[in-house]
């Protein structure tokens, strides 16, 4: 009986997916003379506080901030010119800046925070919160934190090499795969019978990992796509994961164990 000889190999990279937390520098509030800027101050730090205690975040250092705002004459009002909101970015190590504004609507005092994504320029979210009192603020600032803390995009946990040995009808099965980021990969199938690759896409929400492919002109008898959907659980460790995978199209799921290599 034949014996395939398979390799499954994961590289995830790309901005879309950090390879850690998202870098978020927040920057201090503008007053705009409608409360005083040390209350400002103070605000903007209970509402970076949040961040930090969510653990979804590595918050870049208010003094680099400010160090770097010096050297660059960096306002708040920069970040709609894309070329300078990108370079104050990355010479703070930031993936994401944070702005805030208070202004007043009537006799009510309001704070935006809009949320940008330093790559790409773009404000990717913003909220309001509108305000009474002190106190007030303080009563709805983790809530408020929260809504930002949501659309962090999550650490990405998979990262090098992984590999992973099935068998199928007596035969030992494998894949090569090189994640490229931003739900794409390249996947490649070895054997005795030949070697064939596609490119295809991947999902992971955190608990579910996908994986689809098709090869065109399959050299390898039913290997000619990959549809793979299962939970995926980790060891203690982070070194290897476990999912439901099918060694072949026709086949049935078995329990496949993914080992990172050093």
Known sequence: ??????????????????????AVAVLDFESNNYCTAQNAVVMTDLFRNELVRSGRADIVDRRNIERIKTEL?????????????????????????????????GNRLFLIVEMLDVETARITYSDRMYLNSWEEYDRKVKEFAASFIS?????????????????????????????????????KIESDMGSQEAQGTYTYDGTVFSLNVVFRNAQIPN??????????????????FNILAKPAVNASQVRATFTKQE
């Open 1 to 22: 009986m034949k014996r395939t000889f398979l390799l499954l190999c994961l590289v995830f990279a790309g901005f879309a997916l950090y390879a850690a937390n998202p």
């Open 73 to 105: 004459k960096f306002q708040n009002s920069d970040y709609v010119d894309p070329a300078r909101m990108k370079r104050f970015g990355q010479m703070i190590g930031a993936d994401i800046l944070m702005i805030g504004n208070f202004n007043m609507l």
């Open 151 to 187: 659309r962090f995009p999550k650490a990405e946990i998979f990262s090098g090499t992984w590999t992973s040995i099935m068998s199928y009808e007596g035969a030992i099965n494998s894949y090569e795969i090189t994640f490229t980021g931003k739900g794409r990969c390249m996947v």
């Open 223 to 240: 290997q000619g796509s990959i549809q793979w959907s299962s939970v995926l659980t980790f060891n203690e460790s982070n070194s290897a």
